[in-house]
């Protein structure tokens, strides 16, 4: 009731008439109050006025069931929420959930992380109330191999959002980091369950750097937000409901695929080394080489010298520009 009530004061820049709510709804004066009167409880600002009804002044940002559900247009990403104050790892609450077999397109977002996991054993740093930690359970019917692709697909879907819900325009830079002025503005880590033949579940875990001021001296000039970038703050509800109705679409589009074939153009077009030298990182070699883009299982096109162009597949190499983070 309250997210539903909710919506339709986001949707009204007047008041709302308490008998407006009611005749929508269904629903009595006393439920419409109750409703009200716990939203006030979650931080919301409801001005009441006899003779006019309620008007939304403000709202707190917090990335609850309550507050995301408006945002929603998705027909199952998000549509059970597990959210939590603090947790160590939404990735790790996930799998826990893929264990039990809670609902595909469940999102766990936590307002906070204790022990946020980055790729390559690092940490994510996850303060209370400024950034994302998100993550979507999945149950693709995709091959093994395949599901290091997802990374790319939210990639996508993340750039769309930011751009939608505050203007600002990210790249991708291969295979999955965001990047905002030349620093890192969101990370993905996908984990998987599997046995040879068969997927179990996949997670998707999504930190995006929304109204953090300032970063720890290591990660300072890597890292930026999109409050540092575009001087003010994002309601991040908005921002992980976009992301979700998103990552919907191009989920399906993979899926149907069984390939990024649908959004290798995208991608492309957010790719900030495309057209550029690349210096590709591996354990056993060193090259560098003009990236074009990438193919539809997600590997990076690097063309050599002599006109050779080389698949470069993530998760055994890392890719630098040759000045530099980007
Ligand atoms: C990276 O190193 O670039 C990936 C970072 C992924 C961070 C997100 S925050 C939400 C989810 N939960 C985690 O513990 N990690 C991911």
New binding site residues.
Partial sequence: MQERILKMLQAEEDYLSGQEICDCLGVSRTTVWKAIKKLRENGYEIEAASNKGYLLKSQPDIVSDVAIRPYLKTETMGQNICYYDELS????RAKELGEAGAPEGTLVIADS?N??????G?S?V?PKGKDI???VLLYPQINQEQAPQLTLVAAVSVAKAIREVTGLECGVKWP??IVLCGK?IC???TEMSSEPDCIHYVVV???INVNMQAFPDEIKDMATSLLIEGKQSTCRAKLTASVLNHFEQDYQSFCEHQSLRGLRKEYDSLLINNGKDVKIVGIQEEYSGIAQGIDEDGRLLVAMPGGIVRKVVSGEVSVRGLYGYV
């Fill in positions: 790892s939404t990735n790790t992380q022990a946020g996991k980055g790729r390559r690092k994510w996850s930690y998100m993550t999955n980091d890192k990370g993905i880590l875990g999504i930190g």
